[in-house]
């Protein structure tokens, strides 16, 4: 399939109800820190598009190409993200697709939560609950992140 039609196809996609999810998704931007295993580990910094018990998508630029999109799906991703309470979490997750964004260096990735403990979950849920809140608190959270790199 050519990069045009790869388009066309992820915004027909995008725009269409996802009914295949389990459990519904929490829709906001939330900083994250990720590491795709495929060949040699890349980290890359992006953002949670958003996020369900089961799964997220997540979106950043890969301004280098230093991914190989070609073989990255079912490969293993490690999700860190860290909270404002302090209950950072490490989590496992496969990836199950990827999606350019069109006219830019950006892509999405969609992930589903492998070998999930309780207190990750509680993380997880914690992490849902925040999208009805105060925003400020994310961009907050943001600046405090990029001044600890």
Known sequence: MGKENLVEVTVQEEQLPDRRRQNPRAIFSYPVEFKVFCGIPVSFDGY????????????????????????VNDSQLRLSLSMPEGNDAIILAQIKWVRKVPKSVSYKIGIEFQYI?????????????????????????????????
């Open 48 to 71: 949670l598009k958003d996020i369900s018990r089961g799964g997220a998508c997540l979106q950043f630029e890969d301004k280098y190409g230093r991914l190989n999109f070609d073989k």
């Open 117 to 149: 403990e309780s207190w990750q979950l509680d993380v997880i849920e914690s992490l849902i609950g925040m999208k009805n809140k105060d925003h400020n608190m994310m961009w907050n959270l943001w600046k405090h992140y990029t001044e600890l790199s």
